[in-house]
């Protein structure tokens, strides 16, 4: 049996809970369109049936400029998609940015299947179609891929809002892993055959189904109760904070959630784009809480995650595996992998062990796995079978597994959580950016330095989440358990707060005390530490007092 931050039963907690958990599922479907994205595209490019459609030849060179255009193209359209959120976000709202993220991914993907029907005998004019339509499914991923997190947080109960947004990370992870096992699958049905183009036409076309279950299952959900607030829409946002957290509109806890978020909405007034921007800089204090989204999304990329989505096989290879295996290992059982341990997380670590206990100790496991495998790297140039071998492959599937537990789920929740609710689309826009513009330097530096600096590509990585690892220690405060209004209290001294949460690295935080027990309690922490009024709002806090 385990226990959320609050104590309460989770298996109960899910069936009190039931409509906060089915908006978040209906929502997530976009973070499985992101990762069917990301690892589709991988098993279909080197099979014959493909290059031969658009005129890839066997020159390495040329074809690896046309083979790395195919993939940045979609990411520089998530790029602009991700940018247009900071206003479609809070100009639209989060649901319809998200139906029309979901719209444009589906008329780009199913439009990626059409080449060869519009060009016959033009592989380059089909091959320029096809980038025009990776940019345009890209376009609808990124609209969806900061909404996603958004929606997710501000439609939460706080006690769950941890799980319910790394649920985001889930569904990505299912994503990839789903759309290597339907490439695996269509290449034993027709091999290699240069002549079976349906092998990457219903690859591309299966892509398109994580969209039309986003479109479906978002129709019958509301909308989020915090920009409804925002619009004024106050009855609105109570109703269906009601819905989210099964209780009637009369519930006490309910009504002081309503209440705190309709104090937060009435006390500012609503900011144009370059006033957010104006806002996010006004003072210190302000510009670090909206750089948090870009800080936390690109140290997320530079611990090295994607390199190894992209090229697991390729290090695979390295550590003597066969072309084969190399496939199996690196993509199919890798991604098995990450959806487990990824549930784990969910389940039993986000909320009940908080995100900065998630972030150090998923971190360090992370570095510790990058430099060993280094060192196997540098002692084994050119792949050498021994007893290590062993040992550098069970590092690679703990790599994975510390960051599954940690830099994975949490990310999503410390992004959201941490920015002021007015000038959330700006920041969440913003950190969408910082992730794309990370991934796409990492993975077109990546196969540069496996080639180059073979062992040293392991050393970078394991050097950059080291220096994330202190980031979290020294200037991340722990921000499960608060109200998202709350959460500003925190950074008041964020270095003394940081370093405050960090005794609980090693043990697990005491449960969670509610509002009523808290206005009964105003004192002092036994170590001298003065507890804010922030702390008093919230319902429920990560320590007994702060």
């Known amino acids: 049996m385990t226990f959320n931050a609050d104590g309460i039963d989770t298996h109960k907690d899910f069936i009190r809970s039931k409509s906060a958990y089915l908006m978040a599922v209906s929502a997530s479907w976009g973070g499985m369109m992101f990762g069917w994205t990301l690892g589709m595209i991988g098993g279909i490019l080197p099979r014959q049936a493909f290059k031969r459609s658009f005129g890839i030849g066997d020159d390495p060179i040329a074809s690896a400029d046309i ?164 619009q004024g829409r106050l009855d609105d946002m109570q109703h269906v904070l009601a819905k989210l957290r099964g209780t009637t509109e009369n519930d006490p806890e309910g009504a002081t959630e309503a209440y ?32 948090i989204p870009m800080i936390v999304m690109a140290f997320g990329q530079l611990t090295g995650i994607n390199a190894m989505n992209y090229y697991s096989p390729t290090v695979f290879r390295q550590l003597g595996l066969s072309e084969t295996a190399a496939g199996l290992f690196g993509t199919g059982i890798y991604g098995v992998v990450k959806i487990i341990v990824t549930i784990v997380a969910l389940a039993m670590g986000v909320e009940q062990y908080g995100r900065k206990a998630l972030l150090v100790w998923g971190g360090l496991g992370q570095a510790t796995c990058m430099i060993f495998i280094g060192i196997y790297v540098l002692l084994h140039p050119h792949g050498e079978w021994d007893l290590m071998s062993y040992l550098a492959i069970a590092s690679l599937y703990l790599y994975i597994t510390f960051f599954s537990l940690g830099w994975s789920v949490a990310s999503w929740a410390v992004m959201t959580e941490c920015v002021p609710n007015h000038l959330r689309s700006l920041t969440m826009a913003l950190g969408m950016v910082s992730m794309w513009s990370t991934t796409i330097l990492v993975s077109k530096l990546t196969p540069i330095f496996l080639n180059k600096i073979s062992w040293g590509t392991y050393f970078i990585f394991g050097v950059a989440t080291l220096v994330a690892v202190l980031w979290a220690i020294l200037l991340y405060p722990e921000t499960g358990g608060y109200a998202i209004e709350d959460i500003h209290g925190l950074f008041e001294d964020v270095v003394k707060q940081s370093l405050h949460y960090n005794r609980y690295l090693l043990r697990r935080p005491p449960m969670r005390r509610g509002y009523t027990h808290l206005r009964e309690n105003e004192e002092a922490d036994s170590d001298g530490f003065e507890p804010t009024r922030a702390s008093f709002d919230s319902a429920t806090t990560v320590d007994r007092l702060l």
């Open 67 to 230: 083979v790395g255009w195919i993939v940045v193209i979609n990411q520089l359209g998530c790029f602009v998609g991700a940018l247009m959120t900071a206003v479609l976000s809070d100009r639209c709202g989060r649901k319809k940015t998200l139906l029309l993220g979901g719209a444009i991914y589906v008329i780009g993907s199913t439009l990626q299947v059409t080449p060869k029907i519009f060009y016959t005998d033009a592989p380059k004019a089909a091959l320029a179609y096809l980038n025009l339509t990776r940019a345009i499914a890209g376009i609808g991923v990124g609209l969806v891929s900061p909404v996603v997190p958004t929606y997710i947080s501000e439609s939460s109960p706080k006690h769950i809002r941890g799980r319910l947004t790394g649920m985001y990370q889930l569904f990505l992870v299912f994503g990839i892993a789903g759309s290597f096992w339907v490439n695996y699958g269509l290449f034993e049905l027709y091999g290699d055959d240069p002549q079976k183009e349906a092998l990457w036409q219903i690859a591309f076309g299966i892509q398109a189904i994580p969209g039309a279950l986003l479109l479906y299952s978002m129709s019958y959900q509301h909308e989020s109760p915090r920009w409804l607030a925002e």
């Open 260 to 291: 705190a978020i309709k104090k937060d909405v009435q006390s500012r007034t609503k900011l144009t784009l370059g006033e957010q921007a104006k806002e996010a800089g006004s003072s210190k204090r302000m510009l670090y809480r909206c750089s």
